[in-house]
């Protein structure tokens, strides 16, 4: 497996993987890939990808796309789930079904870390519902939680 920066071209698998996110729980029905595409609150992290200041990775095996994570700059006025300042971008991350648990996912995490850190950012915040393993999975690579919703924990790692 690799890890290789994300492009324009790679803009329906990163829908794919925002419609994995989205959908994390198998306890729910589950969302269309056109609601999540047309909802404002989840369209907006991918909606004109790549913008000029997003940020992404993709993971490839056998040049199959298997999981991508990127970064995304939000504003106040039309914060993401995970806001904390517009000088942090949150992170949205999804893997193939069938990839999970195999590493992909920490490979991701790593990579886009080493993206940020290049391009000089100091922070990456993310939103996770405290029932997503992937909680645990941010805590065990250095994200902490700054904020505490109903169900969800907004947490930040610093670079
Ligand atoms: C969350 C996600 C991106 C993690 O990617 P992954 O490739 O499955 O993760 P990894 O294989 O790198 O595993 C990371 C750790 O989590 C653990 N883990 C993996 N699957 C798990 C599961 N179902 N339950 C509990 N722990 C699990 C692994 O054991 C591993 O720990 P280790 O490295 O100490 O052994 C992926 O599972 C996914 O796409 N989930 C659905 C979408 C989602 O929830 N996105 C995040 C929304 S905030």
């Given at each position: 497996?690799?890890?290789?920066?994300?492009?324009?071209?790679?803009?329906?698998f990163l829908a794919d993987m925002l419609v994995e996110a989205v959908n994390w729980?198998?306890?729910?029905?589950?969302?269309?890939?056109?609601r999540v595409l047309a909802a404002p609150n989840t369209a907006h992290y991918l909606a004109g990808w790549p913008l000029e200041d997003d940020?992404?990775?993709?993971?490839?095996?056998?040049?199959?796309?298997?999981?991508?994570?990127?970064?995304?700059?939000?504003?106040?006025?039309?914060?993401g789930y995970g806001f904390v300042a517009a000088d942090v971008p949150?992170?949205?991350i999804g893997v193939v079904a069938s990839w999970r648990g195999r590493g992909v996912g920490r490979a991701l995490l790593a990579g886009v870390e080493a993206?940020?850190?290049?391009?000089g950012?100091?922070?990456?915040?993310?939103?996770?519902?405290?029932?997503?393993f992937a909680?645990?999975?941010?805590?065990?690579?250095?994200?902490?939680?700054?904020?505490r919703g109903v169900d969800s924990d907004t947490m930040v790692k610093v670079l």
């Open positions: 497996m690799i890890v290789r920066p994300a492009g324009r071209s790679d803009f329906g729980s198998p306890e729910w029905k589950r969302k269309s890939r056109r940020l992404g990775v993709v993971a490839e095996s056998s040049g199959e796309p298997v999981g991508a994570a990127w970064l995304r700059f939000f504003s106040a006025e039309a914060p949150e992170l949205t993206s940020a850190r290049g391009c950012i100091g922070r990456i915040s993310l939103s996770v519902e405290r029932k997503n909680r645990e999975l941010y805590l065990a690579v250095g994200y902490e939680v700054v904020g």
